[in-house]
């Protein structure tokens, strides 16, 4: 959905991952937006969702606490991101099973820039800030825009293109989450478990006949990279196996591909009720268990 406002954009990151807006900055752009509902997504952190719902009751927007799991298998380079919705950031079993994501995304992030430094990039002062942020989640954007910023590349695709891209000198392999120990992590803490942008996976009929039989809830049918065809095809499989429909701007602030998104991609109100109905009895589910 685009060309027009939505109701909810349910895909979002802040700086606690990749994000360039702080989760108070993000409500207030959503305010100005016209967006009622936002999704704060971040990459396998949870630690924005406070700040988030402390400035959603300032602003007016409600915040949906969320989560972008980076899920896959150990024996391939094929990854698969989940979208967490509606989860309760205090379960136990979803916090240390990000605990252990971020200290690997972190040993990640130190391996990239040595491989940089190899290629006798000065890379010292980002790891100096590594080091001392080590409860932050990072990833390969943060050192995309430090080179951007040490000019070594001039825009911030470029830094993938030439680096941080698979098959690229810098690239590091992901260890992943397996897809089924994220949905368990996801709807133990009361959410539901959504696939994100299927349209960007080049890798798609290789995936869905892995996954097809999990017990997923939703599919991110409306994202801001998918063509009118991506949402015809992945309508129907929604519709198919009775899975909720999801969708947003994977907004990350004003620089690469995503600018300009925020309020621009996401679903009405209706698809969103369905959404809301769903996590209602997923919360009831697991409060019998």
Known sequence: MADQRVFADLHVHSTASDGLLSPRELLARAREAGVSVL?????????????????????????????????GWPTSDVSLHVVGLFVDHRAPALIDLLDRQQKLRHVRALKILDRLAELHIDVEPLRQRFQ???????????????LQEIGV???FQEAFHRYLARGR???????????????????????LAIIAHPGLHPHWKQVWAEVDSLPWDGLE????????????????????????????SDYHGEYGKHTNRLGLYGIGEDLFRDLEHRASERLSEEKRK
């Not at 952190?45 to 400035?55: F, Q």
């Not at 001392?132 to 430090?146: K, Q, T, W």
């Open 39 to 71: 999704g704060l997504t971040d990459h396998d952190t949870l630690r924005g969702v406070p700040e988030g719902l402390s400035a959603a009751e300032e602003t007016g927007v409600r915040l949906i606490p969320g989560i972008e799991l980076s899920c």
């Open 132 to 146: 001392a942020e080590s409860d932050r989640v990072l990833g390969r954007p943060h050192v995309a825009r430090f």
């Open 153 to 155: 590349v001039k825009e």
């Open 169 to 191: 000198p810098a690239y590091v392999q992901k260890e992943h989450v397996l897809p089924e120990e994220g949905i368990t992590a996801i709807q133990g803490a009361g959410g």
């Open 221 to 248: 049918v409306y994202y801001s990279e998918h063509t009118p065809q991506h949402i015809e095809f992945f309508s129907r499989i929604a519709r198919d196996r009775g899975l909720a429909f999801s969708g947003g």
